[in-house]
């Protein structure tokens, strides 16, 4: 198998998919080529500020196989964690509310408990690391929800989520603000 060309810096989400699958290749060649483009990606000031959502999009996906979705996840996880900007590059405000429901709407109907505990510590790190305390109000509602929901998988979701906000955040949720 030949490697693949260099990706273009924009690229469908068909071709991203490809992308992702040869990163999680064990063909050496096909990897590393797979991980220049990646990078080319981020250096284009990821994708326009369209990384993100190709990301979790990837890992929401439920014809996308769980070891690429994993794959997804980590990446995301890297490409927010590494760089305080990326998050804030999403074009508006509506588009970083709509990924923010989006990465709720995914630790809520993720079946897959490796992708959802991914998921998990994804929105935990993102809130405390890149947020303000009062940013984020539909996660807070969320953990209570979740605390107080009769679903075992949802409870063990908001615990989860419960233990990755910072204090000032867990004052908001137990005084009922």
């Known amino acids: 198998m030949n490697a693949p060309a260099a990706a273009p810096v924009m690229c469908s ?3 991203f998919l490809s992308l992702l699958q040869d990163l999680g290749t064990g063909d050496n060649a096909i990897r590393n080529q797979a991980e220049k483009n990646f990078e080319a990606l981020k250096a284009n ?3 326009d500020g369209q990384l993100p959502f190709y990301l979790l999009s990837s890992v929401t996906s439920g014809t996308v196989p769980a070891h690429i979705r994993i794959l997804a996840a980590v990446l995301l996880r890297r ?3 590494k760089n305080v900007s990326v998050y804030h590059a999403i074009p508006n405000t509506n588009a970083q509310g709509a ?3 989006a990465m709720l709407k995914a630790v809520d109907t993720d079946e897959d408990v490796k992708i959802r505990g991914r998921v998990i510590e994804l929105i935990g790190e993102l809130y405390a690391r890149q947020m303000e305390v009062d ?9 209570v929800e979740s605390l107080l929901s ?3 998988t949802r409870k063990e979701t908001g615990l989860g989520l ?5 204090q000032e955040a867990l004052m908001i949720v137990f005084s009922g603000e």
């Open 162 to 166: 419960l233990g990755m906000l910072p």
């Open 13 to 15: 989400e068909a071709e």
């Open 150 to 152: 009769v679903d075992f």
């Open 45 to 47: 000031n990821n994708m």
């Open 99 to 101: 990924f923010r429901m």
């Open 135 to 143: 940013e984020w109000p539909e996660l807070l509602t969320y953990v």
């Open 79 to 81: 490409v927010l964690m």
